[in-house]
């Protein structure tokens, strides 16, 4: 497994809990990329845990909404890990900055393959939490891990369906893939001269035009603001231009309906991105077998970035009365 620079300062976004106890792990994927992650372990524990991994938002770090989530579970006596997702943040793989619906699916599995062999963890009490585009993946997950026992996706985007249509698959059109496929191919040509990928810029920088739409200037004022991370791809140049271009025509949660286990959707009304969720669900409730384990929650009033990061708005009751029910 590669030896990973790690940062030992608290570089997060929000302050340290002085309820849990925190440390860096690695661990490999079955790709042998190694990825790293912060653990929160509930101060005092005893004996073997249910435990959580988290991860997400899509172009975020373990430093901003996941190690949140992470830390805010773990004071509810859960142990958690946040990680970076291949390619970014502090985790390997090589070239930085891509993106794949196979190896981030993977990523989450291979944090359950970590969670699973530790001494203080019960194996057969594992969850996950995915956030926006890894809202998706944990979806994904769902359907494919059998190991999972219990999955909340929050403010989920379906990462492929937005890649392949469009906000609003107001790009649902096979004219309109086809000029995206021209132009990253023809991007594979200038990256393969220059010998670098070129990046596609992250957010916004602030203060956001005022004729944007509303997500755009809801993303900025996180990433580039309350949030800002200078490992964050959002915060700063974004991805590789052709870095999330297998999306096209990848798409996840094609069994959705098959997954057994529970899984609990939160979305916030007001949020552009609620169809995402709406969608995802009931496609895993049409003719799924095991529907009394499933949950859509919607959160009046909450737009896509609430769920990141507002205290006062994210049910971090509810994940854990939810995770405890379906991991005992």
Not at 19 to 39: C, Q, S, W
Not at 93 to 113: C, H, K, L
Not at 140 to 146: F, G, H, R
Not at 272 to 301: Q, R, V
Request: net charge negative; with cysteine; aromatic share 12%.
């Amino acid at each position: 497994m590669k030896k990973l620079n790690l940062t030992e300062k608290w570089d997060k976004t929000f302050p340290k809990s002085d309820k849990v106890e925190h440390k860096k792990v690695t661990f490999p994927n079955r790709y042998g990329i190694t990825l790293a992650a912060d653990m929160y372990l509930p101060k005092d524990a005893e004996g073997k845990l249910a435990a959580i991994a988290v991860c997400g938002p899509f172009g975020a770090v373990k430093e901003q909404a996941s190690g949140l989530y992470a830390q805010e579970m773990a004071e509810r006596g859960f142990l958690t890990i946040a990680f970076d997702p291949s390619y970014t943040g502090e985790s390997g793989g090589e070239p930085r900055y891509m993106a794949s619906p196979d190896i981030n699916t993977e990523d989450f599995q291979a944090a359950v393959d970590f969670l699973s062999v530790q001494d203080n963890v019960d194996p057969e009490k594992i969850g996950i939490i995915g956030i926006c585009g890894w809202g998706g993946m944990a979806l994904n997950v769902a359907a494919l891990d059998t190991r999972v026992k219990a999955t909340a996706a929050m403010t989920m985007y379906d990462m492929t369906r937005v890649n392949a249509k469009g906000y609003f698959d107001e790009e649902d059109s096979e004219e309109q893939r086809y000029a995206k496929k021209v132009a990253l191919n023809a991007q594979r040509i200038t990256d393969y001269k220059n010998g670098e990928y070129e990046r596609g810029g992250g957010c916004l920088p602030l203060p956001v035009p005022e004729d944007v739409p509303f997500y755009a200037k809801d993303y900025s004022e996180y990433y580039k603001g309350r949030a800002y991370h200078g490992r964050s791809l959002n915060s700063n140049d974004g991805w590789n231009k052709i870095g999330c271009m297998s999306f096209l025509n990848q798409p996840i949660l094609a069994y959705a309906n098959e997954i057994r286990n529970a899984v609990l959707i939160v979305h916030g009304d007001k949020a552009h991105s609620c169809y995402f969720s709406k969608d995802a669900y009931e496609k895993m409730m049409a003719g799924n077998k095991y529907t009394d384990n499933k949950e859509l929650m919607l959160i009046p009033g909450a737009v896509h970035t609430d769920l990141y990061d507002n205290l006062d708005i994210i049910p971090f009751d509810k994940l854990a009365d939810f995770f405890r029910e379906n991991l005992k």
